[in-house]
């Protein structure tokens, strides 16, 4: 079993950065993909981004041009970086993996899961 533990997450004011850190065990899966994802109080958890191992990025709308995900082998980490923080990006970030499956952020449905790492963006 894949495991993951996120790091990273913190308290930034209104236009700020943060790189998030996912630390996976070994991935001995064929293809997969990775994403993360957050959840805000009262609202239902929504995908940001995904990386698959072919090297296709999907991003929501929301985040295009201010996120980026990425991935370093060598350390096993994957890694989100956000820039431009609004309060609307506040929520706690959790990292997930779904093996055999070349995903879209549309039906990313992954079956192992980070504990999560919070992230709060004040005005």
């Known amino acids: 079993q894949v495991h993951l533990q996120e790091s990273g997450g913190g308290s930034v004011q209104t236009g700020g950065a943060l790189r998030l850190s996912c630390e996976y065990s070994?991935?001995?899966?064929?293809?997969?993909?990775m994403g993360w994802f957050r959840q805000s109080p009262g609202k239902a958890r929504e995908g940001v981004a995904v990386l698959t191992s072919y090297g296709d990025l999907h991003y929501a709308d929301s985040v295009e041009g201010r996120f980026s995900i990425s991935k370093d082998n060598a350390k096993n980490t994957l890694y989100l970086e956000m820039h431009s923080l609004q309060p609307e990006d506040t929520g706690m970030y959790y990292c997930?993996?779904?093996?055999?499956?070349?995903?879209?952020?549309?039906?990313?449905?992954?079956?192992?899961w980070g504990q999560g790492t919070q992230v709060t963006v004040s005005s």
């Open positions: 997930a993996l779904e093996p055999y499956r070349r995903s879209t952020l549309e039906n990313h449905s992954p079956t192992i």
């Open positions: 070994e991935i001995t899966f064929g293809y997969y993909s």
